[in-house]
């Protein structure tokens, strides 16, 4: 008879369900799981976006150096340009601005803009001077 009980109270164990324990366990498994995919997606975005970032400083930086090696007489007017490295940029755009300083010097900006991770807009501008005679 006491093996007959024992399966009793063993069906009746099984047909209750899950205990309290079992529950908060399941639980705390589910919520540190969710808790390492957000950090996961969320560093990706960061990730992405920093990498963004640093190809828009080098297209501006690229762009600077090209006018700083024509000289002051060479500059051309203000307005957008082209570079291959844009493409790695999701609607990426870039235009120089060039503006008098003074008599014989000009400031001349290079600004990249582009579509970040989270689909706001993103912008970089670096700036120089350029001397009519000599430099800065």
Same mark, same amino acid.
């Given at each position: ?6 399966? =009793? +109270? ?10 309290? #324990?079992?529950?908060?366990? @399941? ?7 969710? @808790? ?22 080098? #297209? @501006?930086?690229?762009?600077?150096? =090209? ?20 493409? @790695? ?18 400031? +001349? ?20 001077? #350029? ?6």
């Amino acid at each position: 008879m006491s093996t007959r009980k024992s399966r =009793e +109270v063993t069906a009746e164990r099984a047909a209750r369900g899950f205990t309290l #324990i079992e529950m908060l366990v @399941a639980l705390f498994i589910m919520s540190v799981t969710v @808790a390492f995919v957000t950090i996961v997606t969320g560093t990706i975005k960061v990730t992405r976006d920093a990498t963004y970032e640093n190809a828009a400083f080098r #297209i @501006a930086d690229n762009k600077l150096d =090209e006018l700083r090696a024509g000289g002051y007489a060479a500059l051309p007017a203000s307005g957008s340009f082209s570079d291959p490295a844009l493409t @790695a940029l999701p609607q990426g755009v870039a235009s120089t601005s060039i503006t008098d300083w003074n008599a014989k010097t000009k400031r +001349v900006s290079a600004g990249v803009s582009w579509q970040g991770a989270d689909g706001l807009a993103r912008f970089v501008s670096l700036s120089t001077l #350029i001397t009519e005679s000599g430099g800065l």
